[in-house]
């Protein structure tokens, strides 16, 4: 089969499309013949080498699927060939989703939601994933509450945005004035244009002073270090990016604020529920753009890429009939 194989660590050059032996599912395993793919912020992480122990080179990649069972491995009873299906693989443990097949257990993966698209679903797992951890496990967001999303244009903030409304919550989000519409479209209710406007000054301004119940941080840099001051009085922050900065815990002990740091865990309850949702017409992925499995290194170099245009995800149609 074809696969886009890490060689060595560094920019999007590393990879290189290669032949590798198909893989064969074993007990409680399913070989997915997989039609799409898409491109995270985790993808480029390791591509680069931030977790130089967790990843053995060379190395498939990749954290995304959706597609077709091929076959399955004994003793599995809830797929069988035919089936439309999407998860996220385990994170650092076996190979990822660059390539035209892949094998996973049974327990994380689930049924296709009928009206997404494989591009569309294969935006989604890992994000989705990511967003219902974040959101519904950890910060306990209730109806009625507020949250402020940063980087609401981006793969996981669009998500966000979409699932927090779902919730009943009222949500403020971080993007540029030229995706306001978007985010808008998105659900939320006040977009704020972090180049123009501190958006502490207009998370306070809008609540009359209270702050917001959630911080969802997607973005990093000093984000995560200013979110004490836009939250209210037992507030919770979360976070799924880099935590290394130091924080302002004074403030955040002052808001009696609890904070959560996100490592989205992999199962097939959060891919139901998010189906759910989406069957309700709650929820859809927003695919940016698409690439082939061999232009991985470019949709890699363009979502490192700053201001790179891109809304919602970059999909990779591994099937090349998917690419429009």
Do not use: C
């Not at 989000?173 to 977009?191: I, K, M, Q, Y």
């Amino acid at each position: 089969m074809k696969a886009i194989v890490l060689k060595s660590f560094g920019g999007p050059e590393s990879f290189e499309l290669s032949e590798v032996p198909k893989p064969v599912p074993h007990a409680g395993q399913i070989l997915v013949r997989v039609h799409a793919t898409s491109i995270n912020p985790l993808d480029y992480q390791v591509r680069r080498g931030d977790y130089p122990e967790l990843v053995q080179l060379p190395a498939i990649t990749g954290h995304d699927v959706s597609g077709v069972v091929e076959a399955v491995g004994p003793g599995v009873t809830s797929f069988s060939p035919g089936d439309e299906v999407w998860y996220t693989p385990q994170i650092f443990d076996g190979s990822g989703s660059y390539a035209e097949y892949h094998v996973a257990a049974e327990s994380i993966i689930g049924k296709k939601p009928a009206s997404l698209s494989h591009l569309e679903a294969a935006s989604l797992s890992l994000v989705g994933g990511t967003v219902w951890e974040a959101l519904i496990v950890r910060a306990a967001l209730r109806v009625g509450e507020s949250i402020l999303v940063h980087g609401g244009a981006g793969g996981v903030g669009h998500v966000a945005i979409q699932l927090a409304k779902a919730m009943g919550a009222r949500v403020f989000t971080t993007v540029r004035e030229a995706n306001f519409e978007f985010a808008r479209s998105l659900g939320a209710d006040v977009p704020i244009d972090y180049e123009k406007e501190d958006y502490v000054d207009a998370i306070m301004r809008e609540t009359g002073g209270r702050g917001v119940d959630v911080v969802f941080d997607t973005i990093g840099g000093d984000t995560l270090s200013r979110s004490p001051d836009a939250l209210a009085q037992l507030g919770r922050v979360v976070t799924i990016v880099d935590i290394a900065k130091p924080q302002n815990l004074i403030q955040a002990w002052g808001k009696n604020a609890s904070y959560h740091f996100v490592f989205t865990r992999q199962h097939r309850g959060k891919l139901d529920e998010l189906r759910a949702l989406i069957e309700r017409g709650q929820l859809r992925p927003h695919v940016g753009a698409v690439y082939s499995l061999a232009d991985i290194p470019l949709a890699h170099a363009r979502l490192e890429s700053p201001n790179n245009g891109i809304r919602g995800k970059i999909a990779i149609a591994v099937d090349r009939g998917l690419i429009p």
